[in-house]
């Protein structure tokens, strides 16, 4: 025998969206080292960590370097400390309760949501909305369950749901049999949100069909409207379907500190081939015992000092910072005539290409005449084609900048 | 339909061994409250980070404070800053060039060494030494390699080596065909080294029969013997058929600040089903775009400093320390006639149980009267029945308490 490659590599259908767009841009600067770009493309901070945030680093890397207080592995499932503030930060006020073991700390919710699938067998069906976050699909191109892809960009063996201005960005239930379902809300690409009422019928059709929700709450922060809900599990019985993503990234600025969480409850328990019942909280306890580490200490220190009443108020200046900037993309975007959406509970801003001209014929117009970088529609899928994505996480005044520019695109 | 587990997580034999061990310390413990337990088990280190080290690990906090130096996503590669230090510390003095593309930057060489097998086909054949670290096979008992274990421990479709003392702890190369072997060196359990002619052979193999190598060097900081490879890019060739592992855990304490990298070579090329040739560079990278989101920036800036003069003196002194501990453990428990391996090149020391006692027994003879936590050897695998392994890791006081009360058992 000869050893051989995990040929599902070879279905994925080009680079990862942000590499490809990280490449187009270098290469531009390079050729054009005066301009001076505002990028707007990949959804990264630019606000320092919060001061009270800085501080508790700081000490914990003091307890680094004194033997008395120094710390080598900790638990795979994160310190009891952060669980704990968790829970009674982010979950006990929405009237969630949960318990320690139910919540797992990890360094992002990209490597979170790209590993869950593996607890799951190769036969299941996928189905993602459409325009869609590119790792729910890659991660399980790379595990087999896609198929090929056809010329129109869907894998033969997902099931898409498309989001589009058509149905309001609210996808229809699936009609076809479906296994597992990634939602993610407030929404990456779109900015869009649903509903208490919206959410409930994704958890009654999981119940239903005996299907599973992996849903990524990792924009959660930016909710400033009443009706939507910030978990999941404020829906009755979504414990038993469905797993909760959660991230420090654009909550705190954490994108190059990395920290984040997911919840899987107790209560969510699967069958096996034979019918019988499997808990998945242990499957991922087990799952992340094996392949991971845990997170940094100093950095699970870090992430426990956003709940502290200084901390909760400096990262909500943070927040308010960027929800500024997404209403003054909003605002600008539709002065110009253009069909816009996101951007309210959100720190996307998704609008229509003007005239239908193409995702990424757009992409390099913004790029080459108004110097703004972008993320073209159609890379988060083939729904996507003739949308753009623009982020909030600019500084103000590059956001005022890059409107002014792309205002005299006269569109 | 019905959402389905995967039921290869069925296979596996018992809970990962640092959790059940971790699992029943805690047990003792809380009903001798009082008892004053040394930790020799897990490989876990105590010896707080290096001044240098903590230096830069401040630093690199204050840039995440400051608008001007704050770092959001970095790549997920990891810097070119450490990449490169890396290159020119730790492969340039041993002759060996490395591009930056090539150098992979992790959270952990458990990760990477459980994530490894993804790039690769179901039905490859994995080969281990035995006894071995779990991950290598529980990582691919998961990803549905390995067949049933039997009774005797072994399971069906993974080929095991046995390294033992009636082999000098140096495994046979495989009678069967195999795919992909994991060999680690210094070795994990039993602290055993090969020489460069003995490792020239796992080369030779893997040339002769397209094999792959998963070379996991995580304790190379601990060679003091000239004829013991410090990579196994020494070996001409290597660079065709095998990928290295290293870790910064053990080397400069980092086993709760966590980062690791691994070297993937241009020249690693393997199959796919047609007999084409693939790179696995461009497939690990694409796997760590996907799935990974790079290393905390400080930390990545912390690990940096091991590599600056003052930082390479102050590890140094950290690693003699635990070079003394080995010693001494070692000489003591030969001292009290027992037969001993490891501790040499190695933090780790392996001996086997008197009068033929079985692993778990012995750990907890030892963990009962001498208040010694340990790790059975079996929990390595079935030819680790009858050993145990001692860590270098804990302070030189409890490491000769330790030695004295394992002494008045009077084995």
Same mark, same amino acid.
Not at 41 to 45: P, S
Not at 116 to 122: A, M, N
């Given at each position: 025998m000869v050893v051989t490659v995990n040929? /599902? #590599? /070879?279905?994925? +259908? /080009? /680079?990862y969206l942000f590499v490809e767009i990280a490449r187009r841009v270098d290469e531009y600067q390079k050729e054009n080292p005066d301009v001076d770009l505002i990028k707007m493309?990949? @959804?990264? $901070?630019t606000r320092p960590l919060a001061k009270s945030v800085i501080k508790a680093f700081h000490d914990a890397v003091d307890e680094m370097g004194d033997p008395e207080t120094f710390r080598g592995y900790g638990p795979e499932q994160g310190y009891d400390f952060l669980i704990e503030d968790i829970i009674e930060n982010d979950y006990k006020p929405l009237g969630i309760d949960l318990r320690n073991s139910e919540v797992f700390i990890s360094d992002g919710a990209k490597c979170d949501t790209g590993n #869950? +699938?593996?607890? #799951?067998? +190769?036969d299941n069906v996928i189905a993602v909305t459409? %325009? $869609?976050? %590119?790792v729910y699909v890659d991660s399980n191109v790379m595990a087999g369950r896609s198929g090929k892809a056809g010329d129109d960009g869907f894998y033969e063996k997902i099931v898409y749901l498309p989001a589009t201005a058509e149905n309001n960005f609210v996808p229809a239930l699936p009609q076809e049999d479906v296994d597992i379902i990634y939602l993610c809300y407030p929404n990456n690409p779109t900015g869009t949100t649903l509903t208490h009422e919206q959410l409930k019928e994704w958890v009654d059709y999981a119940k239903e069909n005996d299907a599973i929700i992996l849903f990524d709450?990792?924009?959660?922060? #930016?909710?400033?409207? !009443?009706? $939507? %809900?910030? !978990?999941?599990?404020?829906?009755?019985?979504?414990k038993e379907v469905a797993v909760e993503f959660k991230s420090y990234s654009k909550v705190a600025g954490f994108t190059g500190t990395r920290c984040a969480y997911c919840v899987v409850p107790e209560e969510l328990k699967i069958n096996d081939s034979n019918g019988n019942k499997v808990g998945l909280t242990a499957l991922w306890n087990r799952r992340q015992s094996t392949k991971f580490n845990g997170v940094s200490y100093p950095v699970q220190r870090t992430a426990q000092a956003i709940y502290t009443p200084e901390g909760k108020k400096e990262i909500k200046e943070n927040l308010d910072y960027y929800v500024e900037n997404a209403k003054l993309i909003r605002e600008s975007l539709i002065d110009m005539g253009l069909d816009v959406y996101g951007g309210e509970n959100s720190p996307y801003i998704w609008f229509k290409t003007p005239d239908g001209i193409d995702s990424w014929s757009f992409f390099n117009l913004l790029l080459n005449d108004a110097h703004v970088v972008s993320t073209p529609g159609v890379g988060f899928g083939p !729904? @996507?084609?003739g949308y753009i994505r623009l982020t909030a996480f600019n500084t103000y005044e590059n956001t005022k900048k890059a409107m002014e520019r792309i205002k005299q695109l006269n569109l």
């Open positions: 040929e /599902n #590599f /070879n279905l994925i +259908q /080009n /680079n493309g990949i @959804g990264d $901070v #869950f +699938q593996e607890l #799951f067998s +190769q459409d %325009p $869609v976050y %590119p709450a990792a924009y959660e922060a #930016f909710i400033r409207t !009443s009706d $939507v %809900p910030h !978990s999941i599990y404020e829906i009755e019985g979504a !729904s @996507g084609e």
